[in-house]
Nanobody, 123 residues
Framework: QVQLGESGGGLVQAGGSLRLSCVAS????????MGWFRQAPGKEREFVAS????????DFADSVKGRFTIARDNPKNTVYLQMDSLKAEDTAIYYC????????????????WGQGTQVTVSS
């Protein structure tokens, strides 16, 4: 059983930056693909970014490509989402998720999910 806890959300002005963190416990962290998803009010949860177990493979939604980066620190069981040049449309609850194995996917076929952290971007 893997438990995930996100932090780092908050209120930021458009054009600003935030770094989200997600700490995992209860599993061998390096064996999991880690993903970030978000859900805006009235919308479905959507894929944001993912990173493979070794950190060598990353993927980003087109809407965040070039503005967001994802990284992981396996000894610290932590995955990060660096968000730069934030826009009002990035406002959402951000969730991290874990998927066993090295194959990351963009759908929501992840076994474990965190509780989410709110990101609000004011325009």
């Amino acid at each position: 059983q893997v438990q995930l806890g996100e932090s780092g959300g908050g209120l930021v002005q458009a054009g600003g930056s935030l770094r989200l963190s997600c700490v995992a416990s209860g599993g061998t962290f390096s064996r999991y693909c880690m993903g970030w998803f978000r859900q805006a009010p009235g919308k479905e949860r959507e894929f944001v970014a993912s990173i493979g177990g070794s950190g060598g493979s990353t993927d980003f939604a087109d809407s965040v490509k070039g503005r967001f980066t994802i990284a992981r620190d396996n000894p610290k069981n932590t995955v990060y989402l660096q968000m730069d040049s934030l826009k009002a449309e990035d406002t959402a609850i951000y969730y991290c998720a874990a998927r066993y194995g090295f194959g990351c996917v963009r759908n929501q076929d992840y076994s474990y999910w965190g509780q989410g952290t709110q990101v609000t971007v004011s325009s």
